[in-house]
């Protein structure tokens, strides 16, 4: 099969599917006798991207395959195809995400401890409802503590391959670096049920990626971090928490999910 019939095979199944497509996905479209080994894939594919390059789309991969998305640039107008404006999500949830992100397996009591404040039930079953975290495993102490981790849905939403992606530490010096780093956009937005925090907490707005059709699946963990990952000593809901700083999105409220596998290592 020549290059180009094998590209245009490969962009019809990728826009078609409305998810992203692994290798393997991608090579069970052909007959044995016509199946492109995977370098042969990976070659039409970055043929591909590259003629994405001055488009308003770009192919990209992410944990769970390769999709076709919009540029995160143009988000201001291709969000304007959708009546619903994005939901507004407290700072406490995006610092609860940021430190589960950077130093999964963590269980509850670990990110109060770091972050001097009580985390509400609300904040990690929104979070697991938007099927960012799940839970890994239980830690061996003493009530057995449910540890966190991230998913591979978390990796697709904000386009990154692997853990190992997130920025490093060093890059960061607090959690709105990291906000800025994963493009959350943070304008406009109406407050999304139950994710609000109360007593006049800041709360962000975050916009999807374009072009995100992530398959929600089993993720990635065990990133270590250190305590510049979120401030302590604030109270949840009194006017110093406004000040704590960013770093995702979610929609909803409660406890541990069921029990997952154990969590990946990302080789961070």
Known sequence: MD??????????????????????????????????????????????????????????????GWRFQVRSELSPWVSRLWEERPGRYSRALLETLALIAYRQPITRGEIEEIRGVSVSSSIMRTLQER??????????????????????????????????????????????????????????GEPAGGAQETGGAEVVPLHPREGDAAARGDGAAGAEATDEAAPTGEREGEPGAAEAPPAAEGAGGGEAGPEGEGPQEPGR
């Open 3 to 64: 290059e180009a019939m094998l590209e245009r095979i490969l962009e019809a199944a990728l826009l078609a599917a409305g998810r992203p497509l692994t290798l393997e996905q991608l090579a069970a479209l052909f007959e044995p006798h016509e199946r492109p080994d995977r370098k042969a894939l990976r070659a039409a594919l970055a043929r591909l991207a590259e003629a994405c390059a001055g488009r308003g789309i770009e192919l990209r991969e992410v944990a769970s």
């Open 131 to 188: 099927g960012w975290i799940r839970v890994v495993g239980h830690r061996d102490a003493p009530g057995r503590p449910a540890m966190y981790g991230t998913t591979r849905e978390f990796l697709d939403y904000f386009g990154l391959r692997s853990l190992e992606e997130l920025p490093t530490l060093e890059e960061l010096r607090d959690v709105d670096q990291l906000t800025v780093r994963l493009e959350f956009p943070q304008e406009g």
